[in-house]
């Protein structure tokens, strides 16, 4: 595996916007950057995606194992919305996504930091912008990605199960969410469905309906939602999702692995696996990484070596509690830190998206590098 220079498209900015990346620059610093490129040999590729596979397989077997036992007080999951979960799961609602992140040297297995699996974000970056990019460099090149047609197998599944329409939603003026959530409406269109877009902050309650409803006052009978399980449980709204009859996608079992807890108990279950990094809700000797178990883009993490904090970044996650885990094996390239996330489309480990960052720990403004099978 190699980070290597690459020559920047000479209209890159406008090729990237033709595809709805309109975030590609933040602060004049490229967040979408080709100037580099990380090239993977077919062997490097066929590790990670097995361990994306031989993961999803293993956080099912765990989803079954926490609602049997009723182990929702980990994931600080309210006692009332614990049902709510568990029959979603049985009914086995539908999956749409999630992406597991990686450490990875191309020498070692790859070490997984968490599973984002209810709100990930970066999907057209790892489907559209970088498979663009690859045919514009090299018609012939390959790469880790077949995201974009997995998710038309998906929405075409949900489709023979229920052609119903979906709404979409994401908080109002996040561009990132909001691209994110239009491609994946794009896609479903694609697939059939009728679709509408509406800001979170824009969703009616009807008391005497009992019905979620959107800006013309229609019920709103299936929501995909870029809007985490754990704040929608807390909201003043939240009480009235027990009262509706909504279908959800991402459905609410994920809320069980959207959760860092799913660290330890992956840990304590298989201590063998190559994939995983102890990881415990107790602090652990040696170097490790203390992350809360609700964090998100990479806030209120601390890193420890030797005894010593070595970052510390700032959050709104304080007061929630954390889990420790084993600091990873985060190799430079250049000075630069890369995090390897697997994406997981229909059941199935389907791509790769690569985000860099001066330290070890990828925030919300680093940097997106495509990426190239090269033998």
Not at 121 to 139: F, G, P, R, Y
Not at 207 to 225: N, V, W
Request: charged share 25%.
């Amino acid at each position: 595996m190699f980070r290597v220079p690459s020559q920047p498209r000479r209209n890159w900015q406008k090729r990237v916007e033709e595809h709805g990346l309109h975030f590609h620059t933040l602060g004049n610093v490229p967040y979408w950057d080709e100037s580099v490129a990380y090239q993977l040999s077919s062997y490097e590729v066929d590790v990670l995606e097995e361990a994306g596979n031989t993961l999803h397989r293993m956080c099912l077997d765990l989803v079954q194992e926490v609602i049997d036992e009723r182990m929702f007080g980990l994931f600080r999951i309210p006692e009332a919305f614990e049902d709510f979960i568990s029959q979603s799961w049985e009914n086995e609602d539908h999956s749409l996504y999630g992406r597991f992140d990686f450490a990875y040297d191309g020498v070692g297995a790859p070490k997984l930091l968490e599973y984002n699996a209810d709100t990930p974000t970066a999907l057209l970056e790892a489907s559209i912008i970088q498979w663009t990019w690859l045919k514009d460099m090299d018609e012939r090149g390959d790469q880790f990605n077949s995201i974009h047609e997995r998710l038309l197998e998906s929405w075409q599944a949900l489709y023979a199960r229920d052609p119903s329409p979906i709404h979409f939603t994401a908080l109002a003026g996040i561009v990132e969410d909001y691209i994110t959530v239009e491609y994946l409406r794009d896609t479903a269109i694609q697939a059939g469905f009728q679709t509408d877009y509406l800001d979170i902050e824009s969703i009616a309650w009807d008391g005497r309906r009992q019905t979620f409803d959107d800006l013309k006052a229609r019920p709103i009978r299936r929501l995909f939602k870029l809007y985490p399980w754990e704040w929608l449980f807390r909201e003043e709204f939240g009480q009235h999702i027990l009262q509706t009859q909504m279908a959800w996608l991402e459905p609410p079992w994920k809320a069980i692995l959207s959760c860092k807890s799913i660290l330890p108990l992956l840990w304590e279950r298989y201590p063998e696996c190559p994939y995983l990094l102890p990881a415990s809700f107790e602090p652990l000797a040696g170097d490790y990484v203390r992350k809360p178990i609700h964090a998100r883009e990479g806030a209120n993490i601390t890193v420890v070596r030797n005894g010593q904090t070595h970052i510390a970044t700032t959050g709104f996650y304080s007061d929630i509690p954390s889990i420790y885990q084993t600091l990873g094996p985060m190799k430079p390239h250049d000075g630069k830190y890369p995090v390897f996330g697997v994406w997981i489309v229909n059941g199935v480990a389907c791509g790769l998206g690569i985000r860099e960052d001066d330290t070890m720990v990828t925030t919300n403004t680093s940097r997106f590098i495509p990426h190239q099978m090269v033998d």
